[in-house]
């Protein structure tokens, strides 16, 4: 692999664009190798008998001979001895130009490919780039398959751990945190959703999905020993209703076929990706599930606007100082408009509340739907309309149509918590029929992003990740927590996360590295607040989101007040850009700190994050251009360690030459906006 200059991954080089061709090679024996563009990685394909790869990075192995097939119904397999037709190699190096531009304007696509043909009609295509390694089926029969089964293992060459996001079923939000053991713990009841992380020693590998259309889902389970292998949900053949609170969008599988997809016989499968890092900064910077995504289907894009949004269900619509009564009314929604539309944000979201629920065709008493969204447009704000993915289900066409009709900009359907085939498929609907209505799509509720969004750029952003609202309920949003994510769903794609909390307080893991140091106040301050939540972490790691996590629609998750009471911290997130020309990871270790420089046009910005400890940090400010710059720095201020929410504001002027150093708080961070003079 490429070695990254002071843990420093640019996620966008220039490059000539090249096609080398493809190579026919001779079949001879069972045995075939292909390696990585700068050499470091090679894939070894062993076509004895069964079908297995491995792979060797910098000559030692990393992932041991781990079998594939695709178990369809009357159709032989690849483990049944089936003979190698031909094995080609290509060669390919080109620049991808992202509609939306989440890492960088510029995407570099370089690898080496082999394809693998069998005499059964199934080939299996492998790609090696110098930061992964991916692996897809292709078959060509000429009538519709049922596909019965996958074999996908991940057999690691030595005793490795693994970041293990498990889950209790297949029917499941995936918002977990991160479980870090021995592989070999791993039990081969052990249920995890993607992706998931693995520590091979030598490297990091995640193991993840791109390009999933009319498929089921990857998941993991355990093998007991030194591996992992794939399972998949297969498709509902019985749903239930939910409790009678949810049943508008909770429908639990209760039975289920014995297939995971009836598809077409001639097609290209999701692919396998395995992401490599030699370090894990550059996790952060990887972008192979775009790269191997299905390219854009949507002809035009320029309606397409990524920005910021005033949200309204975390903060439970509370406002202080109005002369109304704040809920789910008009008046409290055109509150949020004009916030927005002061502080330069693009939308507003209508969350739970603006329907009665299980009828989207139907209005809310003192809540005039038309009206704020064409008082929002005469402000240059959009509005975003949530529904449960269940009533969108039933009233398709209709509620479709009448989300156009009403002028909204985008629509947030929730609470899918499946990703079988006929679930996928829903989502590929959705977003098909948004984008002819140019609607921007953020699914919530959702599996993690598999490659919709390059196929669909209105679908601009999505949840699948344990983010600020468990803070409501729940202790699981740690510093640790927030520094893990970028290390491992992030990698898969966009989150919605929904930073921004401006109640700050001292959370019980911080409490307690504070209480070892001997700096410790008599208590943690952090407690659980429904209506009133907090965060566990400082004020300025929750500012430091905005340019560490990534996400187009980019929520501002506090009450419009409590943002307004703090505007300097709110001028500066209101700021901070949601897509990026350009992402450096200046450094990171997972669950421990994470350092980004990003640049949007001529302006720079920087994030910094630590989990519960304190820590100092050095940054170098030589990914500037040479010249002199206006600095803008958020700190944590010097008492944050016993209350969370102060900081210190630091203006000055710098250039290419500086370097900074911050003193991070327990659950603390760092962030500045950096401007080029004249």
Known sequence: MKTVNHLKTIASLAVVLTNLGVVEAAVAGSVHKLNSPDGDITVTVNADKQVSYSINLNGQPLLAPSVIDLAIDGKPGLSSGVAVDNVSYQAHSQVLYPEVRVKSAEVVDEYKAMTVTFANGYTVEFRAYDNGVAYRFVTDFEQPVTVLNETAEFNFSTSATVYYPLEESFYSHNERSYLHQSIGEIKPTDLASTPTLVDAGSAKVLITETALRDYAGLWLLGDGKDGLKGTFPQQPTKVVDGEPEWIDRNQPVVERADYIAKTDGKRAYPWRVLAIAENDAELLTNQLTYQLAIPNKVADTSWIKPGKVAWDWYNANNLKGVDFEAGLNTETYKFYVDFASEHGIEYVILDEGWYPLGDLMGSVPGFDVPEIIAYAKERNVGIILWTTWLTLEQQFDEAMDRFAELGAVGIKPDFFQRDDQEMVNFYWKIADEAAKRHLLVDFHGAYKPAGLRRTYPNVISREGVKGLEWNKWSLDSTPEHNT???????????????????????????????????????????????????????????????????????????????????????????????????????????????????????????????????????????????????????????????????????????????????????????????????
């Open 484 to 678: 893990t994510l970028p290390f491992i769903r992030m990698v898969a794609g966009p989150m919605d996360y929904t930073p921004g909390a401006m109640s700050n307080a001292v959370g019980p893991a911080a409490y307690e590295q504070i209480q070892y140091s001997g700096k410790a106040p008599d208590h943690a301050d952090f407690t659980i607040r429904f209506n009133r939540p907090m965060s566990q972490t400082t004020r300025v790691h929750q500012m430091a989101m905005f340019t560490v996590f990534e996400s187009p629609l980019q929520m501002m998750a506090d009450s419009p007040t409590q943002y307004l009471d703090n505007p300097e911290c709110a001028e500066f997130i209101a700021s901070v850009p949601s897509v990026w020309d350009e992402s450096i990871a200046l450094n990171g270790q997972i669950g421990d700190y994470v350092t980004f420089a990003r640049r949007s046009g001529s302006e720079w910005f920087v994030g910094a994050m630590t989990d519960e400890h304190s820590r100092k940090m050095n940054i170098d400010l030589d990914f500037l251009p040479a010249g002199r710059y206006d600095i803008v720095i958020f700190q944590d201020g010097i008492n944050a360690h016993r209350f969370a929410e102060d900081f210190k504001k630091v203006t000055k002027t710098v250039t290419h030459r500086d370097s900074l150093t911050m003193q991070l708080a327990p659950g603390g961070g760092f962030t500045a906006r950096i401007t080029p003079r004249n």
